[in-house]
């Protein structure tokens, strides 16, 4: 439609006769109208046609970038509240962490307490054993050497008995006794 239009100007330009040098800079009145005619005509098509498509185009962009713009801080706000959950959640693990630990150094200091009231009472127990046998060794060896001593009385009786002795035979009997004692309790 344009072009049927543009080439009626042509036309009716040549009609008329005139053909002047055409300045470069300046155009022809002629072409001003027209140019002007067609410039109205395809701005009035833009607009339209062409301009609420754009600007629905527009819209739709904006409104695109609105909603992404959002849901990209509905997610951030989402990461930001799993972040300080997960912080939160390692804060507690710390913490528990370092209860089991201090729970276990308790619990150690207490077993090694025990073991050593344990090893200490197991001690005293053996002492108390061994001062014990020691009380009844040196008990049954009171009663060997009164066994002995009584046996050597016996004999040293049977001795005197057997001789009518006379002070010198005596007092070499009883150092002869003890000499005899004092050597069995070595």
């Known amino acids: 439609m344009l072009a049927s239009v543009l080439a009626v100007a042509v036309k009716a330009a040549e009609a008329a006769g005139e053909v002047k040098a055409k300045n470069p800079i300046v155009p022809e009145s002629k072409e001003i109208l027209w140019a002007s005619i067609a410039f109205f005509i395809v701005f009035g098509l833009l607009a339209w046609k062409a301009w609420p498509a754009i600007k629905k185009s527009l819209q739709d962009r904006e409104d695109k970038i609105r909603g992404d713009l959002e849901h ?6 989402q990461a930001d509240k799993e972040l300080a959950d997960y912080q939160r ?14 729970e276990a150094r308790q619990s150690a200091d207490q077993v090694r307490k025990d073991l050593i ?4 009472a197991d001690a005293a127990e053996i002492r108390a054993r061994a001062q014990e046998d020691a ?5 049954r060896a009171m009663a060997d050497v009164q066994s002995r001593v009584s046996d050597l009385s016996i004999e040293l009786a049977e001795r005197i008995v057997r001789h009518n002795l006379d002070k010198a035979t005596q007092i070499q009997l009883i150092e002869n006794y003890i000499n005899e004692v004092g050597g069995t309790r070595r």
């Open 117 to 120: 009231a344990r090893a200490e």
């Open 89 to 102: 959640q390692l804060a507690d693990s710390r913490n528990e962490g370092g209860r089991i630990i201090e």
């Open 135 to 139: 009380k009844l060794a040196t008990e």
């Open 72 to 77: 990209a801080e509905s997610v951030r706000t």
